[in-house]
C-alpha cells in the first residue's frame, strides 16, 4: 500500500517521473503476462481450483471489511483475546478503501477497452468481408475515428501551426464537435428515448382492457395516480378544503396516500424478495457452488 | 431509537448467519439426493410452446440479455439462454442473441457453443448470431429493433436488466407479431413488459428461472433456501410490527414498561430508523 | 355500435399524431404556472439543502443523458440554483463519458445564468468508471485520493471549492440524480454507514420504488422526476418563471388526460364487443 503512494510523491517532485511510470508498467505487464502463462501452465484439474481460490479471494474484501467488528469486544471488563487482532485488522481494510477503489477504475478502464477492440473485430471483419450491410460497419469506423480526433484537438492546441492558426484550428474542432456530440449523439439518444411517449400510449390503448374486479381496481387506481401527479389533477379537486376531513379526498392526497402505504408495502415485499433472490445467486457465485453450462465447462 | 451502525451489528450476524444458513443447508440437503417441490412459474414453462412456434413459423428466434453486463443478473440470464437454445437445438431453430456488454459477449458465445455441443449439433453454432452491438442503450436497442423487423422473429426473450428501452423492443416485437418472454429483476419495467408482452416473470422469479428450468439439485436447494429466507423476514416484520404496537400503547397501559424495555435491547435497537 | 366496436382498434399512426400534438402544444407555449401543492418529499429535500452547514459540500452524483434530460436536467437546475442562492458549495460528477460532457454543459449554463464562478462555488469532477461500490466508499475515507481531479485535470486541491474536503465528514449531503438508479450504493456503501443525508431525484417512473427508503429514513427526500423539479422551482422562489420544467409539468398533464381518454374509449369498445357477444381475442400462443 505504501509503495503505491511512492508514485505521486515522484510525479510530483519530476525526479526520474517517467522512468518510474514507466517501470511501473513494465512491471505489471510482466505480473500480467507471468500470471496468465502460470495459469497457463496448470493442469487442467487444477485450474477450476485456482479460479475458486481467486473468486473467493475477490469476493473477501467488502464481506470482512463490513463484518468484522472494528473495535475489540468485551465481555464486562474481560476482552476476548484475539479480537484486538481482528479489530486491526478490520480496520486496516477500512483504511483500504481508497486504494480499492482506485483498482476497481483501473479495472473498469480496461472494460472500455475490452469493449471498443471488440467493436473493431466484429465490423472490421464485416468490411473485409462486405457481408450484407457492411457500409454500417464503414460508418462505425468514420465516426469512432473522427469524433475521437475531434474530441481530443477540441481542447489542445496544435503549437506547430502557430498561434493564430492552432486557436482557429481548435475553434473549429470545437466546432465540429458540438455538431457530432450535441447535433447527432445527444438529438438521436433523445429521439429513441421518445419513441417510449408513443409506445406507452399504444401498449396503454391496446392492452389496458378491464377483464375483471382485480383490472378494474387497477385501472381505477391507476387513473387516480396520473391524475394526481400532474397539476390538473390539483387543479381537479381545488374546490376542496386544504384542511379537515374533505382535505384528503383531494386528487393529490389520495395520491400521496396510495404511493405512501399499499405502494410502499408491496414495492418492500418486492425487494425482500429480489435481496434475498440475489443474495442466494451471489453466495453460489462466490463459493463456486452456482451449476450451470458456463460453470460446469472444463477450462 | 438507536443509531444506525457502518458496521454490522448483532441483528446482522444473526439475520444473515440464518439466511446463509437455510440456503446452504437446503443445497447440501438437495445434493443428497431430497426430492424439492417447486410451484409451476407460467411464464417459464410456455419457453418450450415458444420455441416450437418458432420452429413451425420458420422463423428466427431473439434471445436479448438486456444491458445486463457480468454480474449475477447477466449470468442468470446466460442459464435461462443456455435453456432456450438446447430447445432450439432440437429444432434447428436459429436464435439471435444481441448483447450490449463485449464481456458477457465472450460468456454468451462460449454458453451457446456448449449448448449447440450438448444436443449433438455443434455445427448448428453460428457465431454471426451471438452479436455485440454496443454498449449505449439506446443504439443497443435500435440494433435490437432493427433485428427484429428485418429478421421478422417468430419469438422474443427479454431476460436480463432493463431500463427504458424494454418498451422500445417489446412494442416493435408486437408489432412483427412476435410472441415474447420477458422476465427482469427491474423493477420499474416489469409494468411495461406486462402490457407489452404475452408472458412476464415477475420479481425473484427471474432469479428462480435456472433452478426452474435445469432442475439441477444445487439450484432447487438454493430456491428452497431463499423461501426459508423470506418465511425468517415475514416473522421479523410480524414481531417487530407487534414490539412497535406495544411500544406505541405503552403510555395507556404502563405495565408494558418492562417488557417494552427488554425487547428494546435484546431487538429493536438493532433495527433503527435513520 | 360499429363505431363502439372501431375504437378499440383504432390505428396506431393516428394515435401517435395525436399524442405528438398532445405534448407539443404546452411545450410550445411554456405556460408559467407552477403546482400550489409541493410534496412532503420535495419539502424535505428543500429543507435538506437549506441546513447543509458551512465547511461542507454537496455531492451531486448524475448518472443520466440525453434521454431523460427532460426530466433530471430541471432537477439539477433547481438544485443547482438553490445551492448557488445560499452559498453552498458543491461538485458535480458522472458515471460514464457522454454523462459527464451532457451535465457539464448543462451545468455551465446555469452557473453562467447565476453569475457564479467555476472552481469557487462548484467544480465538475468529469466522470468515474469501475465498481461504483469501491468508488463510493472509498471517496468517503479519501475524498481526495479517489476524485483526484476535475474534467479539466486541474488537481482537486487547487479547487478552493473541494480543496477542504477530506473524507465524508465535509460532505453534507449527497444527490443522486439518476435515470439508472446508483441510491442501492450510496445508502450501503457512504450514507446510512456515515449517516449523510440523500437525495434521490430519480426519473417519474422510478420513484415509486423509492417510498419505503422514504419511510425507513435511509432517503430524506426525492425529487419525483420533473414534477419534483417543478414543485422545488416554487420552493426557490421562481414559482412564476417560465422554465422546461413548467412547461413540461403541463405536457404531462395534457398526456395523461389523453392516456386515460384512450383507455376509456378502448374499454368501451371492448365491452359493447362482449356484450354482442363477439369475441375479442385471447392470448396468442401458436
Keep these: ?299 | 431509537m438507536g443509531t444506525m451502525s457502518e458496521f454490522a451489528n448483532p441483528a446482522v450476524y444473526v439475520v444473515e448467519g440464518l439466511l446463509v444458513f437455510f440456503i446452504l443447508w437446503k443445497i447440501l440437503s438437495a445434493r443428497r439426493g431430497r426430492q424439492l417441490f417447486i410451484r409451476r412459474i407460467p411464464g417459464l414453462s410456455v419457453l418450450d410452446e415458444a420455441v416450437g412456434r418458432a420452429t413451425e413459423m420458420g422463423r428466427p428466434m431473439l434471445y436479448a440479455p438486456g444491458l445486463s453486463g457480468l454480474d449475477i443478473v447477466g449470468l442468470q440470464s446466460m442459464a435461462i439462454m443456455s435453456h432456450v437454445i438446447k430447445h432450439a437445438a432440437n429444432y434447428s431453430t436459429r436464435v439471435i442473441v444481441p448483447l450490449a456488454d463485449p464481456v458477457l459477449y465472450t460468456v454468451a458465445e462460449e454458453v451457446a457453443k456448449d449448448a449447440y455441443t450438448t444436443q449433438g449439433v455443434p455445427e448448428q453454432f453460428m457465431a454471426e448470431d451471438i452479436r455485440y452491438l454496443t454498449s449505449q442503450q439506446f443504439a443497443w436497442a435500435s440494433g435490437v429493433v432493427g433485428i427484429l423487423h428485418r429478421e421478422k422473429v417468430a419469438t422474443a426473450f427479454y431476460f436480463g436488466y432493463y431500463y427504458a428501452e424494454a418498451l422500445i423492443l417489446a412494442e416493435n416485437g408486437q408489432m412483427v407479431g412476435a410472441i415474447q418472454v420477458a422476465g427482469t429483476p427491474a423493477i420499474t419495467q416489469i409494468p411495461f413488459f406486462l402490457a407489452a408482452c404475452d408472458y412476464t416473470i415477475i420479481g425473484d422469479e427471474y432469479y428462480a428461472a435456472s433452478a426452474y428450468l435445469s432442475r439441477e439439485p444445487t439450484l432447487l436447494g438454493s430456491l428452497v433456501g431463499q423461501d426459508y429466507g423470506k418465511l425468517l423476514i415475514i416473522g421479523l416484520v410480524l414481531l417487530g410490527v407487534g414490539l412497535v404496537t406495544l411500544k406505541v400503547i405503552e403510555p395507556h397501559v404502563p405495565l408494558l414498561h418492562g417488557f417494552n424495555t427488554f425487547a428494546y435491547n435484546l431487538f429493536l435497537k438493532y433495527f433503527p430508523r435513520t | 355500435m360499429n363505431l363502439l366496436f372501431k375504437l378499440q382498434s383504432i390505428d396506431r399512426r393516428i394515435l401517435y399524431v395525436l399524442i405528438a400534438v398532445v405534448l407539443a402544444v404546452p411545450l410550445l407555449k411554456r405556460p408559467s404556472k407552477h403546482p400550489d401543492n409541493v410534496f412532503p418529499e420535495v419539502r424535505n429535500a428543500y429543507n435538506v439543502i437549506d441546513s447543509v452547514p458551512k465547511g461542507k459540500i454537496v455531492l451531486l452524483s448524475c448518472s443520466w443523458g440525453a434521454g431523460t434530460k427532460a426530466e433530471n436536467e430541471p432537477q439539477l437546475d433547481a438544485l443547482m440554483r438553490h445551492m448557488f442562492q445560499k452559498h453552498i458549495k458543491f461538485v458535480v460528477f458522472s458515471w460514464d463519458a457522454a454523462g459527464s460532457e451532457i451535465t457539464y454543459q448543462s451545468a455551465k449554463r446555469i452557473q453562467d445564468d447565476m453569475h457564479a464562478k467555476y472552481g469557487v462555488d462548484w467544480a465538475h469532477l468529469g466522470y468515474k468508471t469501475g465498481a461504483t461500490n469501491a468508488i463510493i466508499s472509498g471517496m468517503g475515507e479519501n475524498f481526495q485520493k479517489v476524485m483526484g481531479q476535475d474534467r479539466f485535470g486541474v488537481k482537486l486541491s487547487k479547487l478552493p471549492a473541494v480543496s477542504f474536503v477530506k473524507n465524508y465528514k465535509q460532505i453534507g449531503a449527497v444527490v443522486d440524480i439518476t435515470s439508472v438508479s446508483l441510491m442501492g450504493y450510496w445508502i450501503s456503501y457512504l450514507t446510512t454507514p456515515k449517516n449523510i443525508p440523500l437525495i434521490y431525484c430519480p426519473t417519474a417512473v422510478m420513484s415509486a420504488g423509492a417510498y419505503q427508503y422514504l419511510d425507513s429514513g435511509q432517503l430524506r427526500g426525492m425529487l419525483n422526476g420533473v414534477m419534483g423539479a417543478v414543485q422545488y422551482e416554487t420552493l426557490i422562489g421562481r414559482g412564476h418563471a417560465r422554465t422546461d420544467a413548467a412547461a413540461t409539468s403541463w405536457a404531462l398533464s395534457a398526456a395523461h388526460i389523453f392516456i386515460i381518454l384512450l383507455i376509456v374509449l378502448g374499454n368501451l369498445g371492448y365491452l359493447a364487443a362482449k356484450r354482442a357477444g363477439i369475441h375479442t381475442g385471447g392470448p396468442r400462443v401458436g
Design chain 1, 1 to 299: 500500500m505504501h509503495s503505491l503512494n511512492y508514485i505521486p510523491l515522484a510525479l510530483a517532485s519530476g525526479r526520474y517521473s517517467s522512468l518510474i511510470l514507466l517501470a511501473y508498467i513494465l512491471g505489471a505487464l510482466v505480473i500480467g503476462i507471468a500470471f496468465l502463462a502460470g495459469l497457463m501452465a496448470t493442469p487442467p484439474r487444477y485450474r477450476k481450483i485456482v479460479v475458486m481460490l481467486v473468486t473467493f479471494a475477490g469476493g473477501l474484501y467488502f464481506s470482512l471489511e463490513f463484518l468484522l467488528p472494528h473495535n475489540p469486544i468485551y465481555i464486562g471488563k474481560y476482552m476476548i483475546p484475539g479480537s484486538r487482532g481482528v479489530a486491526n485488522l478490520a480496520n486496516g481494510l477500512t483504511a483500504a478503501k481508497p486504494s480499492v477503489a482506485d483498482w476497481a477504475m483501473i479495472i473498469g478502464s480496461f472494460a472500455l477497452l475490452l469493449g471498443v477492440s471488440n467493436l473493431f473485430q466484429i465490423h472490421g471483419k464485416a468490411v473485409r468481408k462486405k457481408t450484407p450491410g457492411w457500409y454500417n460497419s464503414l460508418a462505425f469506423f468514420i465516426t469512432f475515428f473522427l469524433i475521437m480526433i475531434v474530441g481530443f484537438l477540441k481542447d489542445y492546441k496544435l503549437g506547430f501551426l502557430g498561434s493564430h492558426n492552432a486557436a482557429a484550428f481548435q475553434a473549429g474542432s470545437g466546432n465540429l464537435y458540438n455538431i457530432l456530440f450535441n447535433g447527432f449523439v445527444q438529438s438521436l439518444d433523445a429521439t429513441m428515448f421518445s419513441l417510449i411517449a408513443f409506445y406507452i400510449v399504444s401498449a396503454a390503448y391496446r392492452a389496458f382492457r378491464v377483464k375483471s374486479a382485480e383490472a378494474a381496481l387497477m385501472m381505477g387506481t391507476a387513473g387516480v395516480i396520473m391524475l394526481g401527479l400532474v397539476p390538473v389533477g390539483a387543479w381537479l379537486t381545488n374546490w376542496l378544503p386544504h384542511t379537515g376531513f374533505f382535505a384528503s379526498m383531494r386528487l393529490e392526497q389520495i395520491t400521496y396516500w396510495l404511493l405512501i402505504w399499499p405502494n410502499m408495502a408491496v414495492q418492500r415485499a418486492i425487494d425482500f424478495g429480489l435481496g434475498i433472490g440475489a443474495l442466494a445467486m451471489s453466495l453460489r457465485i462466490w463459493l463456486s457452488l452456482e451449476r450451470g453450462s458456463f460453470f460446469d465447462r472444463q477450462l
